[in-house]
């Protein structure tokens, strides 16, 4: 229904379901960073010619569209990154250095893990792990407990899980650590792609996004800080654009977000950015999430219809991601079959290697569904499954 505006789709004979990687982009946003490139390339927020303006009117209005978008209170409040995993790293070095435990969950990807290992914590040292129930369930239980004996704590937590496309109650995770003091960053590296998501709702003190999982260029992201916070965010990096005032003994930056985006920008990459999120508009997220769901539900359910299928969690709150094995075969063996049949998915850990051990596996084949996959890619996915089962068990 939708991959006639996706040039990737009319290029190639490969049934793309790796989405929870990276996802396609729409012609519109292809064409705009061509249009950039060909027709206004100049550096923005500092010459004043014609085509600088120009650049960087462009590049302010996607601001605007992502505040708009995630329902923000100001444009200062929306800094631009590469990605989630910038956007983690930012956070977790400028701002939550100070707090005692930093809370994760179980399923987080390891751009949510390493960068707290990186300040010297590890488990009971300053990062505390919330344990996870049957069918990956977030344990509330546990998480409070957390709470009450960690005081001066900072919760980071990923929204929609990469490996299992397991959703977490956000919203009642925030108001709980609220409850209990705690500020409250998520991971929203999958949620675009698939959920309306309003900031004010969930009442976050920070949401990071990325593009390329939304429909968007690689190297673009964002991350979303609640005013009040804005004063005690230290400068991540700084140099060109950053800068109110300078001599050799003292300098001075501007404010946000100019403060937190040092250097030349992805300037390309960010209009594009405002191009999928325009995209995202155009289509409307019912007609997303009703029409993913319905493929959602039937992969799960042809899946079902496999010999010795092993899933991990049911998809009653799940989306996106559906991560299986089969008892007796090694995943790596079903991905590299599957791919000499123009089948795309994700073998491994999916950079989720906590979860997989605490699970006893070593990974699982993925396949991560996106609004412009339908039922033939269904449909041939399980003729693949079906014909690389029986070479594997013959």
């Known amino acids: 229904m939708f991959k006639n505006d996706f040039p990737y789709f009319q290029n190639s004979k490969v049934v793309y379901l790796d989405n929870g990687a990276t996802t396609q982009k729409p012609k519109s946003v292809i064409d705009s960073q061509v249009d950039y490139y060909t027709q206004y390339c100049a550096n923005t927020h500092r010459s004043n010619f014609g085509h600088a303006n120009k650049a960087t009117q462009e590049f302010e209005k996607v601001r605007v569209i992502l505040k708009e978008f995630i329902n923000a209170s100001k444009n200062e409040e929306i800094i631009f990154t590469k990605g989630v995993t910038e956007s983690i790293n930012f956070i977790a070095s400028s701002f939550a250095t100070h707090f005692k435990t930093v809370?994760?969950?179980?399923?987080?990807?390891?751009?949510?893990?390493?960068?707290?290992?990186?300040?010297?914590?590890?488990?009971?040292?300053?990062?505390?792990?919330?344990?996870?129930?049957?069918?990956?369930?977030?344990?509330?239980?546990?998480?409070?407990?957390?709470?009450?004996?960690?005081?001066?704590?900072?919760?980071?937590i990923t929204h929609i899980s990469n490996a299992f496309g397991k959703i977490h109650d956000i919203k009642t995770i925030t108001k709980i650590a609220h409850d209990y003091g705690a500020i409250v960053m998520i991971d929203g590296a999958q949620s675009l792609a698939h959920l309306k998501v309003d900031v004010?709702?969930?009442?976050?003190?920070?949401?990071?996004?990325?593009?390329?999982?939304?429909?968007?260029?690689?190297?673009?992201?964002?991350?979303?800080?609640?005013?009040?916070?804005?004063?005690?965010?230290?400068?991540?990096?700084?140099?060109?654009?950053?800068?109110?005032?300078?001599?050799?003994?003292?300098?001075?930056?501007?404010?946000?977000?100019?403060?937190?985006?040092?250097?030349?920008?992805?300037?390309?990459?960010?209009?594009?950015?405002?191009?999928?999120?325009?995209?995202?508009?155009?289509?409307?997220?019912k007609n997303i999430q009703s029409y993913e769901h319905n493929v959602y539900n039937y992969l799960d359910e042809e899946l079902k219809k496999l010999p010795d299928i092993i899933f991990y969690n049911d998809i009653s709150d799940s989306i996106g991601s559906r991560s299986f094995n089969f008892k007796g075969i090694v995943h790596d063996d079903i991905g590299i079959l599957i791919d000499k049949m123009n089948i795309a998915v994700r073998v491994g850990h999916h950079c989720a290697q906590p979860i997989m051990k605490k699970l006893g596996i070593k990974g699982t084949i993925r396949v991560s569904t996106a609004f412009y996959n339908d039922f033939v890619d269904v449909d041939k996915l399980i003729e693949a499954l079906t014909k690389a089962l029986k070479i594997l068990k013959d």
């Not at 344990?139 to 001066?152: G, I, Q, T, V, Y």
């Not at 709702?201 to 990071?208: N, Y």
């Not at 979303?224 to 800068?243: C, H, N, P, R, S």
Request: avoid cysteine.
């Open 200 to 285: 004010k709702e969930l009442d976050v003190d920070f949401f990071a996004i990325s593009g390329h999982k939304t429909f968007a260029p690689t190297g673009v992201g964002a991350i979303y800080v609640k005013e009040k916070f804005l004063k005690d965010l230290k400068a991540y990096q700084t140099g060109g654009a950053t800068i109110n005032d300078v001599d050799f003994n003292h300098s001075t930056l501007l404010d946000s977000p100019y403060k937190f985006e040092a250097g030349t920008q992805n300037i390309a990459g960010i209009i594009g950015f405002g191009k999928a999120l325009e995209y995202i508009n155009h289509i409307h997220y």
């Open 103 to 156: 809370i994760i969950s179980s399923l987080e990807h390891h751009s949510n893990i390493t960068p707290w290992h990186m300040q010297g914590r590890s488990l009971g040292n300053g990062l505390e792990v919330v344990n996870f129930k049957e069918n990956l369930d977030f344990d509330f239980e546990h998480f409070e407990e957390l709470l009450k004996a960690n005081p001066n704590s900072f919760v980071s």
